[in-house]
C-alpha cells in the first residue's frame, strides 16, 4: 500500500488484492451477533468503513471498548451501503482509501452474473466437444433453471442437472463456463457444427 501511495503501484490493483484476502474490522462491543456492523470513521463529508489488514495494525485508542473480527473482504465490500468508502489502516503510514466510488465498481465486478451458463462436453471422433448447454437466470421469483433446446430456444431443466452442479461440482457431469464460451456455443448450434471450446 505504500507503493500505491507513492503512485508506483495502481491503487485498483492493491484493491483487487485486498478483496481476495481476510481484514480485520473492530465492532462495538463483544462480537458475535448475526450481523456485524464495522467501525466506521468519517473525513470531511466522506464516510469510510474502517478496516485492518492484521489485529496489531489497529491502533489502542480505536481498538478500545471494541473487538476485532476478521472478515473476508467480499463480504465487506459486497455488505457496505452506497455512498460508504473502505479506508485500510488508518492512522498508519500505510493508510490507503478506497472511495465509494471506487468501491462500487468493485462490488459490481463482485456481483454474480444475473444469467450463468453450464455445458456438458462429449470426446466425438477423438475431440472433446459440447453436446448440451444450461443456463441459470434469475427472475422476480427466484433461480430458473433451464437447457437449451435450439437457437435461441429453452426449456426445463427438469432433471435439477444445474442444482446439483451447483450443489455438488465434483461430482456434476457439467462445467460453469463464462458468457464469452456460452456464445461460442450458441454459434456452433446456429452452424450446426461442433469444435472443442476455445474459451472457459
Known amino acids: 500500500m505504500l507503493r500505491a501511495q507513492a503512485g508506483e503501484v495502481a491503487s485498483e490493483q492493491v484493491a483487487s488484492l485486498l478483496i481476495r484476502s481476510d481484514l480485520v474490522a473492530l465492532v462495538d462491543g463483544e462480537a458475535g451477533a448475526a450481523s456485524i456492523e464495522p467501525l466506521v470513521v468519517h473525513r470531511g463529508d466522506a464516510t469510510f468503513l474502517a478496516v485492518f489488514t492484521a489485529a496489531d495494525k489497529v491502533p489502542a485508542e480505536l481498538g478500545t471498548g471494541r473487538t476485532a473480527v476478521v472478515i473476508p473482504a467480499r463480504t465487506l465490500v459486497g455488505g457496505a451501503a452506497d455512498g460508504v468508502g473502505i479506508v485500510v489502516n488508518p492512522g498508519a503510514p500505510d493508510a490507503m482509501e478506497i472511495p465509494p466510488t471506487a ?5 459490481d465486478l463482485l456481483a ?8 456438458r462436453e462429449q470426446v466425438i471422433e477423438g475431440k472433446l466437444v459440447p ?20 437457437v435461441d430456444s429453452w426449456t426445463e431443466d427438469k432433471f435439477r442437472t444445474v442444482e446439483k452442479a451447483i450443489r455438488f461440482p465434483l461430482e456434476a457431469d457439467i462445467e460453469e463456463i463464462s458468457v ?10 446456429a452452424r450446426r457444427t461442433y469444435t472443442p471450446l476455445r474459451r472457459r
Open 112 to 119: 454474480p452474473p444475473s444469467t450463468r451458463y453450464f455445458v
Open 131 to 150: 453436446v448440451s448447454v444450461f443456463r441459470r437466470r434469475m427472475d422476480a421469483e427466484g433461480p430458473v433453471d433451464e437447457r437449451l433446446l435450439d
Open 103 to 107: 468501491l462500487a465498481a468493485l462490488r
Open 180 to 189: 464469452e464460451a456460452a456464445q461460442e456455443v450458441f454459434e456452433m448450434v
